[in-house]
């Protein structure tokens, strides 16, 4: 089966800039999660999604970064405007069960 | 809050011998238990997980992670390196107390050298 799709691979911005990224899920799963991956730490959750509702985005920071799965399949997150500290991988996840199973993320640097 | 430590920052083991990898976690309630794995420039891969059952959990690439209670520990381990297994592995326990989120530990790498 095809595994969680994101795009795009690399994005080199400016500060004060947006971007936005693109997950596609493994089809069928329902849960799809954005996690952010600092240089040396392990990833944190900023938002997860059950179908199109909002179950926890309680690490998100509300006031630069948006996220919608709209018709509860592909999702985008977005920031407006990014900051120095935005600089990380991004990645999406999808599970159907227990178990999680990553894309292989976007590389984000902010100058 | 649930919680998971991975005290070495590096392991460093000689390819055919045997690895060992450790986490420790912190939870309330039953521990859901998972190992990741993760290449240069790639996405997390899912190596093993415990919810219930046998202590020792068998998983991909030849790998397994013998879940302890009483220590609560959860360490990966691999009778044989390759040097194809040097990569970034992190554990992670599944929070049971909201959204099931993972919290992740701050990863090992793992160095096999020939």
């Known amino acids: 089966e095809a595994g969680v799709a994101q795009s795009p691979r690399y994005k080199i911005i400016e500060k004060r800039q947006s971007v936005a990224f693109w997950c596609n899920p493994i089809?069928?799963?329902?849960?799809l999660y954005w996690y952010q991956q600092i240089l040396g730490q392990g990833p944190k959750l900023l938002i997860q999604?059950?179908?199109?509702?909002?179950?926890?985005d309680s690490q998100l920071p509300k006031d630069r970064f948006s996220a919608e799965r709209l018709k509860g399949v592909d999702s985008t997150l977005k920031i407006q405007p990014a900051k120095l500290e935005d600089s990380a991988v991004y990645l999406c996840?999808?599970?159907?069960?227990?178990?999680?199973?990553f894309g292989a993320g976007t590389r984000l640097s902010v100058l | 809050a649930q919680s998971v430590a991975q005290p070495e920052d590096q392991v460093n083991v000689a390819e055919g011998n045997p690895l060992t990898v450790k986490c420790t976690y912190s939870?309330?309630?039953?521990?859901?238990l998972f190992w990741y794995v993760q290449y240069p420039n790639r996405g997390l891969q899912f190596l093993l997980k415990?919810?219930?059952?046998?202590?020792l959990v068998k998983g991909s690439y030849g790998f397994e992670a013998e879940f302890n209670k009483s220590q609560t520990s959860f360490h990966l381990k691999k009778p044989s390196a390759l040097v194809s297994d040097s990569a970034l592995y992190f554990c992670a326990v599944r929070d049971a107390d909201s959204s099931y989120k993972l919290i992740f530990g701050s990863g090992t790498r793992l160095l096999v050298r020939p």
């Open positions: 089809s069928g799963h329902a849960t």
């Open positions: 939870v309330s309630g039953n521990p859901y």
């Open positions: 996840a999808s599970s159907s069960a227990v178990s999680q199973y």
């Open positions: 415990y919810i219930t059952g046998d202590n």
């Open positions: 999604f059950q179908n199109n509702g909002v179950v926890d």
